[in-house]
């Protein structure tokens, strides 16, 4: 009974908020009884249950746990710019898309364009590429999970590092897309977690700590190195000349600012408008 009532609940029903609690009764519970009622009742199932019925009711059990974290962004959907047509988005390694509908390719990561015929002056970039600001994931990436969270500590905002009550721990349970004999079925990523990282692997922990960046609009340029701060004034043409007898922090910290000021964020990136 357990297992067909699960399939027809949850059939067609997965971003649905309350699919499990209704399933089980429980949905006017209070939060805390939830979470011990729940992680009983995995461990008891965990051994009676058919295998693809328990990884669906576990599957159901930890979007639940998500779905209700307040620092938890889901990201089950993405727009495209141009036309605004919206479709479903499962994450993957590439951030350039390319909408169905009016085929305009834009990144994922700030909705700029991708193009060929490059309309930026100066710009020395052959082939397919998009101008990413640098807020974007596309460099963000590559910075490691404590930096990210310094800067949003800098910055006053909560993230976590702990899984959600009641959730299994070791695998990462992020759905994306993957390339499998020609086809690119959905799939978890099923990639090792790792402590601190919130039940997450370390790619897609980035991707949360680079999402709550993006969605409190902080830009990442107070904790520049040198290099990677002229690198920036290079690649957003801001004049990096150093005065005459300007010692290391004046000129390093008077770059900064002009970065700041005359290549700012906020809505001047796409993905805010």
């Given at each position: 009974?357990f297992?067909?009532?699960?399939?027809?609940r949850?059939?067609?029903q997965?971003?649905?908020?309350?699919?499990?609690?209704?399933?089980?009764?429980a949905?006017?519970?209070r939060?805390?009884?939830?979470n011990?009622?729940?992680?009983t009742?995995?461990i008891?199932?965990?051994?009676?249950?058919?295998p693809?019925v328990?990884?669906l009711?576990h599957?159901?059990?930890?979007e639940q746990?998500l779905?209700?974290?307040p620092?938890f962004?889901?990201?089950?959907?993405?727009?495209?710019p141009?036309?605004?047509?919206?479709?479903a988005l499962s994450?993957?390694?590439c951030?350039?898309?390319?909408?169905?509908?009016?085929r305009?390719?834009f990144?994922?990561?700030?909705n700029n364009p991708?193009?060929t015929?490059?309309?930026?002056d100066?710009c020395s970039?052959?082939?397919l590429?998009?101008?990413?600001?640098r807020d974007?994931l596309f460099y963000l990436r590559d910075w490691e999970?404590?930096?990210?969270?310094?800067l949003?500590?800098n910055?006053?905002?909560?993230?976590?590092?702990e899984?959600?009550?009641?959730?299994?721990t070791?695998?990462?349970g992020?759905v994306e897309?993957?390339?499998?004999?020609?086809?690119?079925p959905?799939s978890?990523?099923?990639a090792?977690?790792?402590p601190?990282?919130a039940?997450?692997?370390?790619k897609?922990?980035?991707e949360?700590?680079v999402?709550?960046i993006n969605?409190h609009s902080?830009?990442?340029a107070?904790l520049?190195?040198?290099?990677e701060l002229?690198?920036?004034?290079?690649?957003y043409?801001?004049?990096?000349l150093?005065?005459?007898?300007?010692?290391?922090?004046?000129?390093?910290?008077?770059l900064?600012q002009?970065?700041?000021?005359e290549?700012?964020?906020?809505d001047?990136v796409p993905r805010?408008?």
């Amino acid at each position: 009974m357990f297992p067909a009532a699960l399939h027809h609940r949850c059939e067609g029903q997965t971003h649905q908020r309350h699919g499990v609690s209704r399933l089980l009764g429980a949905r006017h519970q209070r939060p805390e009884h939830l979470n011990s009622y729940f992680s009983t009742l995995d461990i008891q199932l965990r051994e009676c249950l058919e295998p693809e019925v328990y990884e669906l009711f576990h599957k159901k059990l930890t979007e639940q746990a998500l779905i209700k974290d307040p620092k938890f962004l889901w990201c089950c959907h993405v727009t495209c710019p141009n036309c605004r047509f919206q479709y479903a988005l499962s994450k993957g390694g590439c951030m350039h898309f390319c909408c169905s509908q009016c085929r305009y390719q834009f990144c994922s990561g700030c909705n700029n364009p991708f193009h060929t015929t490059c309309a930026v002056d100066e710009c020395s970039v052959s082939g397919l590429h998009a101008h990413h600001p640098r807020d974007c994931l596309f460099y963000l990436r590559d910075w490691e999970p404590s930096r990210l969270q310094t800067l949003l500590q800098n910055n006053g905002v909560a993230f976590n590092t702990e899984p959600p009550p009641g959730t299994q721990t070791g695998l990462c349970g992020v759905v994306e897309q993957k390339d499998e004999g020609g086809q690119q079925p959905d799939s978890d990523c099923a990639a090792q977690t790792q402590p601190g990282h919130a039940g997450l692997c370390e790619k897609h922990y980035r991707e949360y700590l680079v999402s709550l960046i993006n969605s409190h609009s902080i830009d990442p340029a107070p904790l520049y190195s040198s290099n990677e701060l002229l690198l920036a004034c290079r690649r957003y043409k801001v004049e990096d000349l150093r005065r005459e007898g300007e010692d290391s922090f004046t000129y390093f910290s008077r770059l900064l600012q002009k970065l700041m000021d005359e290549e700012p964020l906020g809505d001047k990136v796409p993905r805010k408008k």
